[in-house]
């Protein structure tokens, strides 16, 4: 049943990440477009070209808030390899009697799995 829930979460979430990936990449286009247009601005000497870097960059900045969408694209990436990641983990306890008993062999082997985790 776990194996099914997981299989059933990556699909979704991988049909989630196709959809999104297009918006991604332009997430990603225009941030990096907006690392330019700063270094193009802390370097430019005069106040008017200055002025037309601030212009572009407002530009570029609503590029960037249109794709915020993407971030959710990016959530489903997360969530593909959380699941890739959580595909073969075994829940189950391997020792699952606990004796009180103080006899070192009936014991033995719930202590190798605690000197194992």
Same mark, same amino acid.
């Given at each position: 049943?776990?194996?099914?829930?997981?299989?059933?979460?990556?699909?979704? @979430?991988?049909? *989630?990440?196709?959809?999104?990936? =297009?918006?991604? !990449? $332009?997430?990603? %286009?225009?941030?990096?477009?907006?690392? +330019?247009?700063?270094?193009?601005?802390?370097?430019?000497?005069?106040? @008017?070209?200055? *002025?037309?870097?601030?212009?572009? =960059?407002?530009? !570029? $900045?609503?590029? %960037?808030?249109?794709?915020?969408?993407? +971030?959710?694209?990016?959530?489903?990436?997360?969530?593909?390899?959380?699941?890739?990641?959580n595909w073969n983990k075994d829940d189950s306890d391997p020792v699952v009697d606990v004796m009180d008993s103080d006899d070192?062999?009936?014991?033995?082997?719930?202590?190798?799995?605690?000197?194992?985790?």
């Amino acid at each position: 049943m776990r194996k099914f829930v997981l299989f059933v979460g990556g699909l979704v @979430a991988l049909l *989630v990440l196709l959809a999104n990936l =297009g918006p991604m !990449v $332009l997430l990603a %286009v225009s941030g990096w477009l907006l690392y +330019v247009v700063f270094k193009k601005f802390v370097k430019s000497d005069s106040t @008017a070209a200055k *002025v037309g870097w601030v212009i572009i =960059g407002l530009i !570029v $900045l609503s590029i %960037v808030f249109s794709n915020i969408y993407a +971030v959710i694209g990016v959530a489903a990436a997360y969530a593909l390899y959380w699941i890739y990641q959580n595909w073969n983990k075994d829940d189950s306890d391997p020792v699952v009697d606990v004796m009180d008993s103080d006899d070192p062999f009936t014991n033995f082997e719930r202590q190798w799995a605690e000197i194992n985790n």
